[in-house]
């Protein structure tokens, strides 16, 4: 087969393998690469293009693990649109949701009438996310979508509306992409499973002598 330098034709090629020594320290194992991160970005934003050409949607962003996924989405979408943010804790310096919810900042404008997509970064229990569209449903917006990152399959997890979701994950503590485990991680390129021992060691550091 004889290569040529100027074909203009783009294949499809394979995602390659992510090398040993690009994973951080702390990582497990790499769960979705970058590339296909970036694939599901892409259709994500051409979708909404669609369904809100007409509008001017206001996207809000879960912080801070969203902050990552509605930067990308935003910059793929090609019709006029708007960003918020809220910031919502559930987790704290755990990696499993508490239940209980605390608003840390809230949105800078009003959204009375407006079409809102809620841009999330996982979906874990669902708890976080159901107090914030009951919330956010009280100030009488003309619609809510919202698009997730990951969702994981947990079976006790509350049904709660997600419109579209990227990636469904199994139950594991991930990072990257936004999401971080105690404010950490949040830079990786790609989501990976967390090792254990990380936050097992944080623990052990954690108790009283």
Same mark, same amino acid.
């Given at each position: ?15 390659? /393998?992510?090398? @040993?020594?690009? *994973?951080? @320290? ?8 970058? *590339? ?9 934003? *051409?979708?909404? @293009?669609?369904?809100?050409? @007409? ?44 239940? &209980?919810? #605390? ?11 407006? #079409? ?40 006790? /997890? ?7 979701? /990227? ?24 989501? /990976? ?10 623990? &052990? ?5």
């Amino acid at each position: 087969m004889t290569h040529h330098e100027d074909n203009d034709t783009d294949t499809e090629q394979p995602a390659p /393998a992510i090398p @040993d020594e690009t *994973r951080a @320290d702390g990582v497990a194992r790499v769960l979705i690469p970058e *590339r296909d991160i970036q694939h599901e970005v892409q259709a994500i934003a *051409r979708e909404l @293009d669609g369904e809100y050409r @007409d509008d001017r949607p206001l996207l809000i962003g879960v912080l801070k693990g969203a902050a990552s996924f509605l930067v990308d989405v935003m910059k793929h979408m090609t019709i006029p649109v708007e960003i918020d943010f809220m910031a919502i804790s559930s987790y704290g310096a755990s990696t499993t949701s508490s239940g &209980v919810v #605390r608003i840390l900042k809230d949105l800078d404008q009003e959204i009375v009438g407006r #079409r809102i997509i809620i841009i999330e970064d996982i979906v874990d229990s669902g708890l976080t996310l159901q107090y914030l569209l009951d919330l956010l449903r009280r100030r009488e917006p003309k619609d809510i979508r919202v698009v997730a990152l990951l969702k994981k399959n947990k079976p006790n /997890a509350v049904d709660v509306q997600v419109d579209r979701v /990227a990636f469904e994950i199994p139950d594991e503590f991930v990072v990257g992409y936004g999401l971080d485990y105690a404010e950490i991680y949040r830079n990786l390129p790609y989501v /990976a499973v967390l090792d254990p021992e990380v936050y097992s060691e944080a623990s &052990v550091k954690a108790e009283p002598e």
